[in-house]
């Protein structure tokens, strides 16, 4: 299973696994557009047993980008935030 994740405006990806669109991930703000963090999620209610790995529930939260996109599997986590919108997918 590889993760990829397109970039759709600044702060909001579809998530990719092999290639079908599974996931969001998106930056949380407040009210004084302070990131809180960022949140990766299901599309679709799923069962816990039927869920893709590394999910275990149905969100979870993340303090960085960097470390949602790890916990994907998603190498060089860096490097994406150094490419310009529309040239942002990983693999």
Sequence with gaps: MTYAV????PGSY??????HLVASL???????EAVRGW?????????P???????TAQSHAFETRAAAL?????RDAAEVADRPLGEQRVP
């Design 6 to 9: 397109e970039q759709l405006t």
């Design 14 to 19: 579809d998530v990719l696994l092999d290639g």
């Design 26 to 32: 998106v930056r949380e703000v407040d009210r004084s």
């Design 39 to 47: 949140l990766i999620e299901l599309l679709d209610e799923t069962p």
């Design 49 to 55: 047993p039927q869920r893709p790995a590394p999910f």
């Design 70 to 74: 790890a916990w994907l599997g998603i």
